[in-house]
């Protein structure tokens, strides 16, 4: 399974000013697999412990920081040489282990030529900031579900992925049948690596929901294991309401649909707990399409999606043979997968943050604005192929100097104000310009 992080993870290996790396990301998004495949593809060895089953590796960090002490211990349980330069050095679930993540600012200062690599539940890492986190002393890359494009190299289609890459709008417009049937798989198998291996293996939709379900059940057991008791259950009303949120025309996070009554204090907390967990992106609504976008944010007004347009559907309930078959079900919350999935790919594909832009007193709203290079890009997403946009006419009227993007099923075209980009493109950025 090709991952794109890899390449930066080389370039991180060959950096003059390279520190201890914590790769951050969701649990089950592929972290110990990747850190894995990267040492055995460009060092001659791997040193790996998993500190949350191996008591006797945690006693290492237990008195001081010794470094050398460190790399002896290590030495010693798996029975290997740990030479700099050759050795990744792999600290696996390393929330289980506070000291050990502490111990990262002593590799940095008085061991760098060490190849140091920590992964670990993103709740468990967040919990250790500001008591220990080595501030300043680590580098860090975040490791996502796989994109369409990456499951389009996973599942054997690596020429359509290549064809989007290429840019060539024609030919991408030739093959749009067979795109939208790929991007339906996606939408139902989503990008956790585990699922998309069930169904690869299987070749059967179904395996990768019940991987699915298997996933969202152990997001619960670690909700247990690191939030506070005291915002447990409401963390869990937060979680559960996601997909009821996204199914409505008007996807802005309420408070009151959490629970009848309640206010942002009662669950901002938890928001930012899961948030922290890397299983939900905020996104923010802007008042104004100024750069920097992040300037005119508002705290208070957002939207929240899932870290996986699968998980969202195995969450859902949606049943796989109605989104690969297009049923009345899929119908109805079409609208939301898709949603979910151009911003899943703006922000792990595309590297991009996006926002939103809703009218004060009209119904007129912007699904995402984002920044690029300085441009700002309001971008309409459409389910189907219907091209009517007036909301985003009507806004590109009243800020010309903004460029106009609707993703949609409907082939590339160039019109005098905006750019229609089929949905499958999203990744594409040439043909945004």
Known sequence: MRRTLMDELVAWKKSTRRKPLILNGARQVGKTWLLKEFGRLHFENVAYVSLDNDPLARSYFDSGFGIARIIASLSLELDMDIQPGKTLIILDEVQACPKAITSLKYFCENAPEYAVAAAGSLLGISATEGTGYPVGKVNTLDLYPLTFTEFLDATGNERFGKLISSGDAEMMNAFSGKFAELLKQYYVVGGMPEAVNAYIAEQDVRAARATQQEILNGYVSDFAKHIPPRLLARTMLAWQSIPGHLSQENKKFIFGQVRKGARATDFEESLAWLQQAGLIYKVRRVSKPHVPLSSYCEMNAFKVFM????LLGAMSGLEPR?????????TEFKGALTEQ????????????????WSAENSTGEIDFLVQDDGDVFAIEVKAEENLRAKSLRAFKDAHPEVSTVRFSLSGYREQDWMRNVPLFAVSCRALWK
Do not use: R, W
Request: overall charge negative; some cysteine; proline content about 3%.
């Open 307 to 310: 870290v996986d347009v699968g």
């Open 341 to 356: 999935y151009v911003c899943q790919q703006l922000i792990s594909e595309c590297g991009l943050s996006p926002h939103y």
């Open 322 to 330: 109605d989104v690969i078959d297009g049923n009345k079900v899929f």
